[in-house]
Nanobody
Framework: QVQLVESGGGSVQAGDSLRLSCAAS????????MGWFRQAPGKEREFVAA????????RYANAVKGRFTISRDKAKNTVYLAMNSLKPEDTAVYYC?????????????????WGQGTQVTVSS
């Protein structure tokens, strides 16, 4: 079973940067897709970014394109989300997720494993 643990959230001011980490237990395979989602109070869970474990191809939501960067370290079984130029509308709980089978998906219901979430708060 795959277990995911997020870390790196916090409270920052608009324009600041944060880097989130997602540590995955055990081995991950080349056909996995790793994703980041976020959820604000009263809103549905929203796709943020995803990366293919094997080749490192990436996808981004339009709202974060050019500001956020997803990456992975296969030796450490860790996925990162570097967030720059943070805005108040980025405030949410951020979740790491894993999908066992290709292709990419922006649908949270198609991901198989989830972390517990980490809070990101951006004040103006």
């Amino acid at each position: 079973q795959v277990q995911l643990v997020e870390s790196g959230g916090g409270s920052v001011q608009a324009g600041d940067s944060l880097r989130l980490s997602c540590a995955a237990s055990g081995r991950t395979f080349s056909n996995y897709v790793m994703g980041w989602f976020r959820q604000a109070p009263g809103k549905e869970r929203e796709f943020v970014a995803a990366i293919s474990w094997g080749a490192g191809g990436t996808r981004y939501a339009n709202a974060v394109k050019g500001r956020f960067t997803i990456s992975r370290d296969k030796a450490k079984n860790t996925v990162y989300l570097a967030m720059n130029s943070l805005k108040p509308e980025d405030t949410a709980v951020y979740y790491c997720a894993a999908r066992r089978n290709y292709p990419f998906s922006v649908d949270a219901g198609e991901y198989d494993y989830w972390g517990q979430g980490t809070q990101v708060t951006v004040s103006s």
